[in-house]
């Protein structure tokens, strides 16, 4: 699962803590999600296209499910719990890495963090 995130924002965000965890992400208000030929796309406020790729280039598919779980009403522990059920990954491993990449998209404008 660790490959969705990008190399320097793996190591820029380890240990992404518990606080993560409780809160619950949303779109930005300022973004916007597609499907264009396949990939899921997110603009983000900065003008920049977004894609979700793992290290070969290829769709990650545990990056694009962790965005189609991002309803506004599920934290990010509760996308852990359906990501851990749906694909074959150690619950930790799975907790730091969608955490971390919760991070990322916040720091890119994609998503917020509220409560």
């Known amino acids: 699962m660790a490959a969705f995130l990008p190399k320097n924002g793996r190591e ?3 240990g992404a803590g518990g606080d993560v965890l409780r809160a619950v992400p949303r779109l930005h208000p300022e973004a916007g999600l597609q499907r264009v030929s396949g990939r899921l796309m997110a603009a ?3 003008e920049f296209l977004h894609t979700f790729e793992d290290a070969q280039g290829q769709v990650s598919e545990v990056a694009e499910r962790i965005l189609e ?3 506004g009403r599920r934290t990010v522990a509760d996308i852990v ?3 851990c059920d749906e694909f074959e990954v ?4 799975c907790r730091q890495d ?3 990449f919760v991070k990322l998209l916040v720091e890119k404008k994609v998503l917020v963090l509220g409560q």
């Open 12 to 14: 820029r965000l380890a």
């Open 44 to 46: 983000g406020p900065d």
């Open 98 to 100: 969608t955490a971390a």
């Open 90 to 93: 150690e619950p930790e491993a």
């Open 81 to 83: 719990a359906v990501l």
């Open 69 to 71: 779980l991002v309803d």
